[in-house]
């Protein structure tokens, strides 16, 4: 059964918003901090943005001002809402939980595509 289930990718043009989600199906999530990592074609992972278990946030200079993360505690999901596409936000968009940076695990991974 996997620990994280992202949805919400796909294509998109120039300009366009997404929100991405991950969910969780584990009962500590409260506990956990979140993040959002993205891969694109020939690159390496990186970060995009984190919120911690207490709801601190931090996110990559790449996308602050135009990306949101937030979590529903209640749902076992955080999400990542995208405004502002450029094409160079495409890339496969992978959800990390972690408990105080230990008992990692990451999602399958959910398709964005920014094109015209």
């Known amino acids: 059964q996997a620990q994280l289930v992202e949805s919400g990718g796909g294509l998109v043009q120039p300009g366009g918003s997404l929100r991405l989600s991950c969910t969780s199906s584990r009962s500590i999530f409260s506990f956990q901090n979140m993040a959002w990592y993205r891969q694109a074609p020939g690159n390496q992972r990186e970060f995009i943005a984190g919120i911690s278990s207490g709801n601190v946030v931090n996110y990559a200079d790449s996308v602050k001002g135009r990306f949101t993360i937030s979590r529903d505690n209640a749902k076992n999901t955080v999400y990542l809402q995208m405004n502002s596409l450029k094409p160079e936000d495409t890339g496969v968009y992978y959800c990390?939980?972690?408990?105080?940076?230990?008992?990692?695990?990451w999602g399958q991974g959910t398709q964005v595509t920014v094109s015209s």
């Open positions: 990390r939980s972690d408990f105080r940076g230990l008992d990692i695990y």
